[in-house]
């Protein structure tokens, strides 16, 4: 049967943009996927390039002191891989004491900082007080001074109190972080304020809602802020090199600053330490990624 026309437009229900839209949404499909290809050959070819190091610090450290000392030709013809190097470095002694030291400064110095952290966060985000918005403004200007610049008055500060060659020693200077009350602050911006009214409304001060409902809301960016604290100190060299000198108090960087010094030519023990030095940060990454990028991500700090 005939389909009826009126006026010379189609009648039969069917939309003669139909076909159009499709083909503007397969359109739109195709270049989705070739954007997706295109991006996913990019980060494939920057994360060979960003393996290459690691490759190859890997393949050094499997190879004996006395081919490494030959240069790149011999590491490379090497085929006759070894664990020397590993079991040289752990049967020393001196890595676990590294690697305590590392553990116990860097947890500890996270604790404090998610704690005073997030209580400047708070405070700032939330109550109105005189000069609220000066002292953030000095917070942030705290940012652009290096840190090898406090390195003498922290030192002279810390010898004035004794708290020299201890864990105190490094783990005090750290625990005050510009960065994390930025995040923290940033995240409790966007939280929604009518919980805290509703707390205050049932008898709740600040304390409690900071305890209770604030806290509990800020598990992804007490992950996040946790982890890359725990990564910034374990990594931290200038300040243990400076206040510790007794060898059972040295974390992995500084370990590692003395084993370069005095293995000498001893290539494959250098790169040994430093992928064991390394190892915990990789597992920690691997295991939190996802809590970073959440924690990260919601903060508002998306660029």
Not at 274 to 303: N, Y
Request: net charge positive; glycine share 10%; proline share 5%.
């Amino acid at each position: 049967m005939a389909t009826q026309t009126v006026g010379g437009s189609n009648t039969s229900g069917v939309s003669a943009a139909a076909p159009a839209t499709r083909g503007a949404k397969n359109a739109s499909q195709n270049s989705t996927r070739t954007f997706n290809v295109i991006c996913g050959v990019v980060l494939g070819i920057f994360a060979v390039i960003w393996l290459i190091p690691s490759l190859w610090a890997i393949k050094t450290s499997l190879t004996s002191n006395a081919v490494s000392a030959l240069g790149t030709p011999a590491i490379l013809k090497d085929t006759s891989p070894t664990l020397a190097s590993y079991l040289t470095l752990l049967k020393g002694g001196d890595i676990w004491h590294w690697y305590l030291a590392s553990f116990v400064t860097s947890a500890v110095t996270v604790v404090l900082t998610l704690l005073f952290g997030s209580m400047a966060g708070y405070a700032l985000s939330r109550m109105r007080f005189r000069g609220r918005n000066i002292v953030f403004a000095l917070m942030l200007a705290g940012i652009m001074i290096p840190g090898q610049v406090l390195v003498v008055p922290i030192f002279q500060g810390l010898g004035a109190v004794n708290l020299l060659n201890t864990y105190w020693a490094v783990i005090l200077p750290q625990v005050p972080a510009v960065i994390a009350v930025f995040v923290f602050k940033q995240f409790f911006d966007g939280l929604p304020v009518e919980m805290e009214e509703a707390a205050r409304l049932d008898g709740a001060g600040y304390w409690r809602i900071y305890r209770s409902v604030i806290m509990p809301l800020s598990r992804p960016v007490l992950a996040a802020m946790g982890i890359l604290s725990f990564v910034n100190v374990w990594n931290s060299l200038l300040l243990p090199l400076f206040v510790v000198s007794n060898p059972d108090l040295m974390t992995i960087p500084v370990g590692l600053a003395t084993v370069q010094g005095s293995f000498g030519q001893r290539y494959s023990d250098i790169q040994a330490s430093s992928l064991l030095g390394a190892l915990p940060l990789v597992i920690l990454f691997l295991f939190f990624q996802k809590r970073i990028v959440e924690g990260v991500a919601g903060t508002g700090l998306k660029g």
